[in-house]
């Protein structure tokens, strides 16, 4: 068994793996990993334990950049609607 810690809760998840796994774990020790397989959580909702069926390492991302440096980034992603409006779209507000 293995843990993880979820990005902006700190919330530790525990991770079951198989032995043919074992190598995936340790290439994820002490890195940012994506983790998925199958969830068990606790009465509130929130995820205790996983059992792991794929471990992905992020490569060269020692934390999240911070939100100043993501700003127009992908000029088009509104399709040329305002921020607001944008917003109000997705979100189902008049």
């Known amino acids: 068994m293995a843990s993880v810690w979820i990005e902006g809760t700190g919330r530790r998840v525990s ?27 606790n009465g509130a909702g929130d995820p205790v334990r996983l059992t792991l069926r794929s471990l992905e390492v992020l490569q060269g991302i020692d934390k999240a950049p911070p939100l100043t440096d993501l700003i127009g980034i992908d000029p088009g992603f509104t399709g040329g609607v305002s921020t607001v409006d944008y917003l109000r779209e997705i979100h189902g507000a008049a």
């Open 15 to 41: 991770i079951w793996f198989t032995e043919d796994q074992l190598e995936l774990i340790k290439a994820g020790l002490h890195r940012r990993v994506v983790v998925s397989g199958r969830m068990l959580r």
